[in-house]
């Protein structure tokens, strides 16, 4: 049987219909993370959708089109036959309407042909409506890249892109503006599988290029598996695949390139990779089908490489408004390309027919594409749960009753080992030399999380102002989650922001889309910026530390966000040494450090004088040292006629009268008037010099308190090999590559703020902004607060622990302290840092399951909304029992979400007291939180409301004992109560997840 030939329409269809498939990923269907999941959930009806529905879409909407058009243009056309008709008489026409060849060239006949020519030329033909999905596919591949959207205005044929412009003097723009950048999972580096029936993993690492290779070809990196590189560690039982991702030699293009070249790359390390596996039976796993996947024959091993570069190359931004965004740009697009000018001078019907359509389509697709990026919009937005709250908490903080069960628990007895250097048997056996050794070690830290829960409910119940006694806040988490849930908590009460991000060099760690490198970089630090500023008290700073490769665009992103007039100033650090010595370049020994007030309440303050600057205070009385400066002004507007008021006489010490005179004998003037200077007479403040023979007065200022103006060039701190060193006293080695010198960051505290206020640093890293305050506090006895955000691995380790090495000792040598701290020094020392983790973006989308809704446009809609992630309002039923899957290096596991503290960040609560009551009629326990927000009081209850079953009388009867009336402003409660005056917090704790920003 022969073949029917393609149309037009049908291979117009086919390309337009490959186009969507790859922006949706359709090609992909081992993807199951993200919105792929539910893609993939719903393949068939998006295929039913791309191969059935919206050809019938083009049929149907032409055909209403043509249909109407038609009715329009037989009437026309029957209304000047009549006229021709009238005019000619009745013979104008022949049988069947056909005109008579006598009146053709009449001017009535003339319209009447025409009116049916264009009546008989109403049909939809095959390549009217090829040229429509030929105009869906080139409208949609503008802006689609490789898994991302890219907000490319079109401007038209010579100016090829527009900006948004509003008439501003100058405007900076990047391409990702409107988007949010969410590539800063620690997942995307770093991926792992566990085999089946094996104990065993694989781990997949990205690794930074150890060599500068020369002839790289394009733009375009690619995955490249070291395969001599892998390695078997024996004792965690597991294989370790390291991976550099980078741009490709002219040897290493094999003649693909793309998606074709990357699967080949892959597919081919397959075998090298498994030839490292500890046994046959492994490797013959890895390079097995996937026995959870019946159908799919790609090997297991080359399933999960796949998988990794996917992850790792696509789902780079998110559009915050992709539907209104194109809805626009399709406007222009139908006016640049499907109607032209020189249509307007022909017939306009085709071309209006043709429009339409368009139109009509592109409009329902563009519903579905944002359909889509809306639930992931929704899905990054919402603010994120708090996993698990943990204290660490200094020894002399906690009645001496809990130290017996301290005492006991191995697990943190192993860590004191680990951290401090305590040798077991050196804290005591007996409970006196227990008590002796609590005694002589006050900052001993105690860290709940080797503690159950219980211990925690009766650890916290004993504390009066909890959040008055939390020095410090460590936040495992991404920044820009951190900082939407963190938000309403710390808004006004941060006076100094300092980070240090990636310096975006290509070799830092910062994963960015190819061709879109320093866009990729602006788009996720402009949104950061943007929370942080509204994070900021009024009279708050920000610092930024960065190098001349980003420090440019930097500024204009600051300028931007900030206001032009709020900036403060670049400050020139030297590092100390030197990088960057290659060919065609200078060597760098400095960094930037880019300063931005919140308002024009800010105010950079003096630095501590050196040693240097004391010796010119060579003066002594009995209120101390003091220098001295010339009555007489000097310099610029020194003249008499610049302040004639401060021309007067001044007695000298033998009575004769002085007179500001220059030395050239000129009238000059005093700094001081009259009545400004008797009073610096009364203090003692004026002191006299015997000049030849004349009297000089001078004023004096004294040594204490005084502080000098910072420049913007320092040279005089200790570069970053004093921050690697610092390191390496606190850990015993360097455990961190790019750590910042703590007294950078301690004289960027001391500008920006006093003895209190609080410090973040959303760029943590190691750790240093915290660690700095904790010694700043020891040295003045300030109560200066630290919140510091970080989604490194390196977290519990690192962070964690050097801000309890800190809250330990304030001196450390090769890993061990070197003396614990003085009496003055411990009560200055932190008493309590709260540590959560929170969810990450990769687990909210990952507890996205596929709805049951029965049509595929509302189904992502429907999908998002009934996710644990965004706040089931069921689950509040039973809050201590909430769960979502996170993901591990073991796979999805079950986690319990920490609700109290997630809603407490989110509502911006001060909490004073946490306790567990017991209803002993049922059972019942409520975790009562007690704070203020605003001025009010606040009680918050919380309580599993199936277990026991609730009985709202029983319940009634408890509270009404338990609170006292009056005492607060406001009560909520999960769930509905029975109680007069408590009110249901689930409303408010559903708007707050979804809060817009």
């Not at 790289?216 to 550099?244: C, H, I, M, Q």
């Not at 929170?838 to 399951?849: A, G, P």
């Amino acid at each position: 049987m022969t073949q029917a030939p393609t149309t037009a329409r049908q291979t117009a269809l086919e390309r337009f219909k490959e186009l969507m498939r790859e922006l949706l990923q359709l090609d992909l269907a081992d993807l199951d993370f993200g919105i792929y999941r539910l893609l993939n959930a719903r393949r068939s009806e998006v295929e039913a959708f791309l191969s059935e529905e919206l050809p019938r879409k083009v049929d149907e909407a032409f055909a209403g089109m043509t249909d109407a058009e038609r009715e329009a243009a037989a009437a026309e056309a029957e209304r000047l036959a009549h006229r021709a008709r009238e005019a000619l008489g009745d013979d104008a026409f022949l049988a069947g309407d056909q005109p008579n060849p006598t009146y053709v060239a009449t001017p009535s006949m003339r319209a009447y042909v025409a009116a049916r020519e264009r009546l008989d030329g109403i049909v939809a033909t095959d390549e009217q409506k090829a040229e429509v999905f030929n105009h869906l596919h080139a409208f949609l591949s503008r802006y689609y890249d490789a898994g991302d959207f890219i907000p490319h205005r079109r401007y038209g044929r010579h100016e090829a892109y527009a900006v948004p412009y509003n008439g501003e003097e100058t405007l900076f723009h990047w391409v990702n503006r409107d988007q949010h950048y969410v590539k800063t999972g620690e997942r995307f580096r770093d991926y792992a599988f566990r085999i089946a029936g094996a104990d065993m993993r694989v781990r997949f690492s990205l690794v930074s290029a150890t060599t500068a290779r020369d002839n790289t070809k394009g733009e375009t990196r690619y995955f490249f598996p070291l395969t001599d590189d892998v390695s078997w560690d024996a004792d965690a039982n597991r294989l370790t695949v390291p991976f550099e991702y980078r741009l490709p030699t002219g040897a290493e293009l094999t003649g693909t390139t793309g998606a074709k070249l990357q699967e080949a790359l892959l597919a081919d390390a397959v075998d090298a990779i498994g030839h490292h596996a500890p046994d046959a039976a492994t490797r013959a796993a890895l390079i097995a089908p996937d026995p959870n996947r019946p159908g799919d024959d790609a090997p297991l091993l080359l399933r999960h490489l796949r998988h990794f570069a996917k992850r790792n190359t696509t789902d780079y931004f998110i559009h915050r408004d992709l539907g209104g965004f194109l809805r626009g740009e399709l406007e222009f697009y139908l006016k640049d390309q499907v109607v032209h000018l020189a249509d307007l001078d022909g017939d306009l019907g085709p071309r209006q027919r043709m429009l339409r359509v368009v139109r009509e389509l592109a409009q329902v697709i563009i519903g579905f594409l944002a359909e889509i990026e809306d639930a992931q919009r929704r899905l990054f937005e919402k603010r994120k749960f708090v996993l698990r709250t943990d204290y660490l908490v200094t020894i002399r903080c906690i009645d001496r009753d809990v130290w017996p069960r301290i005492a006991a628990n191995e697990d943190q007895r192993r860590a004191w080992r680990e951290l401090f250097a305590i040798e077991p048997d050196e804290i005591g056996a007996d409970e006196a030399a227990l008590s002796a050794f609590f005694e002589s070690h006050p900052t001993l830290v105690v860290d709940t999380r080797h503690f159950d829960e219980a211990f925690r409910d009766d650890l916290l119940a004993t504390f009066d102002d909890l959040d008055g006694m939390t020095d410090g806040l460590l936040v495992h988490g991404e920044n820009y989650q951190a900082l939407r849930l963190l938000g309403p908590t710390l808004a006004g009460k941060v006076k100094c922001i300092y980070i240090d991000p990636p310096y975006n060099t290509g070799n830092d760690g910062f994963i960015y889309k190819d061709r879109y490198r320093h866009s990729s970089w602006l788009a996720m630090m402009s949104e950061r910026l943007r929370l942080a500023r509204d994070i900021l008290s009024d009279d708050g700073v920000l610092f930024v530390s960065i190098d001349d490769n980003e420090v440019h665009d930097l500024d204009m992103v600051l300028r931007q966000e900030f206001g032009e007039e709020r900036y403060i100033g670049s400050i020139v650090r030297a590092t100390g040494t030197t990088t960057g010595q290659g060919s065609g370049s200078l060597g760098k020994s400095y960094e930037f450090v880019l300063a931005y007030a919140a308002s024009q309440d800010a105010d950079v303050g003096g630095i501590a004088l050196t040693a240097k600057d004391q010796l010119r205070y060579r003066g002594e009385d009995t209120r101390g040292r003091y220098s001295t400066l010339l009555l007489r002004r000097t310099g610029n507007q020194d003249r008499r006629e610049d302040r004639p008021s401060m021309f007067y006489p001044l007695e000298a010490p033998d009575g004769s009268e002085v007179w500001p005179i220059g030395p050239t004998g000129y009238e000059s003037r005093w700094r001081v008037g009259p009545r400004r200077y008797r009073a610096m007479v009364e203090n003692d403040l004026i002191h006299w010099n015997r000049d030849e023979d004349r009297w000089v007065p001078y004023f004096k200022f004294y040594l204490e308190g005084r502080t000098k103006r910072p420049s913007n060039l320092w040279t005089d701190l200790a570069g970053n090999k004093k921050a690697s060193i610092e390191l390496r006293d606190l850990f015993g080695s360097r455990p961190f590559e790019t750590p910042k010198p703590m007294a950078l960051v301690r004289r960027l505290i001391e500008i920006s703020m006093n003895d209190d206020g609080t410090i973040l640093d959303f760029f943590a890293g190691s750790g240093t902004s915290g660690h700095a305050a904790i010694d700043m506090n020891r040295i003045d006895g300030g109560r200066r607060k630290f919140t510091l955000v970080d989604f490194g691995q390196y977290i519990g380790n690192l962070l964690v622990g050097r801000i309890q090495r800190a809250m330990y000792s304030p001196d450390w040598s090769r890993g061990k302290p070197a003396r614990l701290p003085a009496e003055s020094e411990i009560y200055n020392s932190p008493m309590i840092v709260k540590f959560v983790r929170l969810e990450s973006y990769e687990d909210t989308m990952h507890n996205v399951r596929a709805s049951d809704w029965p049509q595929l446009r509302g189904a992502f809609d429907s999908a998002v909304e009934e996710s644990q992630g965004l706040l089931n309002a069921d689950g509040l039923e039973r809050p201590f029992e909430y769960e979502i899957e996170v993901l591990t290096d073991d796979g999805p596991r079950k986690q319990k979400v920490d609700l109290v503290e997630t809603f407490n960040l989110a509502y911006g609560v001060h909490i004073e007291r946490i306790q567990v009551w017991t209803n002993e009629v049922d059972r019942r326990r409520y975790r009562a939180a007690s704070g203020h927000k605003d001025g009010h009081r606040l009680l918050i209850l919380w309580r599993d409301m199936v277990e026991p079953p609730l009985d709202p009388q029983v319940e009634r009867t408890f509270l009404e004992e338990r609170i006292e009336p009056g005492a607060y402003d406001e009560v909520l409660i999960n769930g509905d109560s029975a109680v007069p005056g408590i009110t249901s917090l689930d409303p408010i704790f559903k708007r707050l997840i979804e809060e817009d920003r």
